[in-house]
């Protein structure tokens, strides 16, 4: 007996922000590169590469949609998860150990 949970979006949109992709859904909530604002601001992704708006209705760019554009809230501003690097050469004394967290926006997509 096979399995299969497969999700279908009436309407979502690709984006292109921070030079990565992210799939734009409306109503849903995504972490992407740090942008400026404060919580609450209205964010608008002119970058779009791909929208659905319904079935077999689709849009693709080359590489972007004239005139696509995706609108977001920013519901706050916050910092990933560390990352430890550590560097180590054995026989030589040698360890280095740095830690780094990424600054990251989380948004809500209101609208394609």
Known sequence: MERTSKVVFEKYAIIQ???KQYQAIPGKTIAI?????????AVTFSQVLFTKTGEGAYTFGKPFIEGGKVTANIVKQM??????VF???????????KGHRQAITVVRIENI
Request: charged share 50%.
């Open 33 to 41: 590169e740090k942008l400026a604002g404060e919580a609450g601001d």
């Open 87 to 97: 560097k180590f050469k054995r026989r030589k004394k040698y360890r280095l150990k």
């Open 79 to 84: 910092r990933g998860p560390k990352i430890i």
């Open 17 to 19: 922000t921070g030079g």
